[in-house]
């Protein structure tokens, strides 16, 4: 633990009074948890609290209390800007990017770039509600009942439910603690790993319909044809890449989404011991872990696909032994 910059970071935050806080694009469950929970515990201790998503939050999470909240972009002054989860700053949207440099930065990406003024990076948490869930008390911020439900919704979506190879014996004592805080651990699972709604399951469907595999990789393509056909409302995969990564005998998954605009989201899981997906997505100007990692990538599906799959082979031929 760096003492001086946690006590940087309090100070910081004491003198605070109007707080934005944002996540990344297409958000997860650790940007969804870590957003609230550091925000509902801000504003607990009287702080003005703006919570931004430039896509707003997705609907498998709307039942985490604060959600409501949530708004897609920042208005009015403010005197403290907060990034969460975020390997760098062009993933918080295009909302931002007039804004300076964040004056607090916490995230547990491997990737991360430093780009607040206090950067608080812990790669070897298994979620950055994890490195909130040591810290808020450290800075007098209290977690509530609502405060732990964000929390461990950050911890059990990027664990995939503690089943991730960085799991660790801490991870699973902080989640404990969050459960006596009142935070409803098979709830929180079922609505964040499990539940899926009927758009959803028939979106899953046009993706598993093209699945292949090859070369040690398993993937397949969503198109904006299909998310229409569906009637799935979000830009992304809906977790589809987690049914992916749930496939024998293949050392690395992948799931493409066409966006619409020119553009392919690329969701990569390591499928096998010692492969770290985060360079190749690093390659495509993304970020993530060893086990999950993520890109964006200008081009058409086909073009973007075939590029992507040619650079996940070769990296996959020098990791594997």
């Not at 005197?79 to 062009?90: E, G, H, M, R, W």
């Amino acid at each position: 633990m760096n003492v001086e910059l946690i006590g940087a970071i309090k100070n910081r935050l004491t003198s605070a009074n109007k707080i934005i806080i944002a996540s990344h694009v297409r958000p997860d469950g650790d940007a969804i948890g870590s957003l609230l929970g550091l925000g509902l515990a801000l504003q607990n201790a009287g702080k003005s609290v703006q919570l931004v998503l430039a896509d707003g939050a997705p609907t498998s999470f709307k039942h985490l209390s604060g959600s409501e909240a949530i708004v897609r972009e920042p208005s009015g002054e403010y005197d403290t800007f907060i990034t969460v989860d975020c390997a760098d700053f062009k993933r918080t949207g295009k909302i931002f990017e007039n804004f300076g440099k964040p004056d607090i930065n916490i995230d547990h990406h491997k990737t991360n770039e430093n780009f607040g003024a206090l950067n608080l990076i812990e790669a070897e948490e298994v979620a950055t509600a994890a490195i909130l869930t040591k810290y808020l008390p450290q800075w007098g911020l209290a977690i509530t009942q609502p405060v732990a439900a964000a929390l461990l919704t950050g911890i059990i979506t990027d664990t995939l439910g503690f089943r991730t190879p960085n799991t660790t014996p801490e991870a699973l004592r902080q989640a404990a603690a969050l459960m006596e805080t009142g935070a409803d651990l098979s709830k929180i699972y079922m609505q964040a790993l499990v539940s899926k709604t009927f758009p959803a399951a028939k979106y899953w469907g046009a993706g598993l319909s093209n699945i292949k595999h090859k070369d040690g990789i398993v993937w397949c393509a969503l198109t904006v044809e299909d998310r229409k056909a569906a009637g799935y409302g979000g830009n992304d995969d809906a977790d589809l890449i987690n049914l992916i990564s749930a496939i024998d005998g293949n050392k690395v998954g992948m799931v493409f989404v066409e966006q619409g605009n020119n553009h392919v989201k690329i969701s990569w899981r390591a499928l096998a011991d010692g492969i770290d997906v985060s360079p190749i997505a690093k390659h495509f100007q993304g970020g993530g872990h060893a086990a999950a990692a993520g890109a964006d990538i200008e081009g058409n599906l086909s073009e973007v696909q075939k590029e992507a799959l040619k650079v996940t082979r070769e990296m996959l031929k020098l990791q594997s032994p």
